[in-house]
């Protein structure tokens, strides 16, 4: 099936550290999708990607929707201790609305 | 609350065991979702409802897996003859309409042990 390599698996930083996460995959899809995950909650989105091309920010995030249309990244500015969580990226193609394909998530620390 | 609300939040089953999850989705969501997320790996889609009817099983692992929702409203995963490698968290999830960008609002889940 349909499969999306996130990477890195973790990541450690300081507080105010930029971090940069990706996301690829052997399939095209039509919408990219970032979402954060805190323990015992379900994923909130955080940034819908709709173009290939397209830069769209959120704050201190911003994502981009590869020209390929078989990646994506995630970029956060300035992290702050409430960054910690697992982030995760999904795909949509346009046949199955709603359907995600998610990738095995990224866990972000962030030391105060 | 208003959000998207699961029950048990969390159940512990023996092997063989029939179990029931429910979800409660946003009031008046025509879309709900149900996901697997086994530890340590994202969501995996199992099933998908357009209002009562079932659009998408695609992703239910087996025969041992059940969905339903019959007045287009709460929805009911089963899950028959329970087995260690069922043990996961349930998610569901409900988007207002059908259409592809509709954002999903996804509840705190069902986390599930087999034993």
């Known amino acids: 099936g349909q499969q999306l390599n996130q990477s890195p698996q973790s990541m450690f930083i300081q507080e105010g550290e930029d971090v940069s996460m990706n996301c690829t995959s052997s399939?095209?899809?039509?919408?990219w999708l970032w979402y954060k995950q805190d323990p015992g909650e379900g994923p909130v989105l955080l940034i819908a990607l709709y173009k290939a091309g397209e830069l769209t920010s959120n704050g201190r995030l911003t994502a981009q929707f590869g020209i390929t249309r078989k990646d994506s990244f995630l970029n956060i500015s300035a992290s702050i201790p409430s960054d910690v969580g697992i982030y995760f990226c999904?795909?949509?193609?346009?046949?199955?609305?709603?359907?995600?394909?998610f990738g095995d998530g990224t866990t972000l620390t962030v030391k105060p | 609350g208003a959000g998207v609300s699961q029950s048990p939040r969390y159940k512990v089953a023996k092997r063989g065991q029939d179990v029931a999850l429910r979800c409660d989705p946003i009031s008046g969501h025509v879309s709900l979702f149900w996901y697997q997320q086994a530890l340590g790996q994202g969501p995996e889609f199992l099933t998908y409802f357009q209002n009562e009817a079932q659009l998408d099983k695609s992703g239910l692992p087996s025969d041992r897996f059940f969905a339903e929702r019959p007045e287009g409203s709460v929805s009911t995963l089963k899950i028959q003859r329970t087995q260690q490698e069922d043990s996961a968290v349930y998610l569901c999830a409900s988007s207002l309409m059908q259409a592809t960008n509709e954002k999903l609002f996804f509840g705190s889940g069902t986390q599930l042990s087999v034993l």
């Open positions: 399939s095209i899809f039509n919408t």
């Open positions: 999904a795909g949509q193609q346009s046949t199955n609305a709603g359907k995600s394909t």
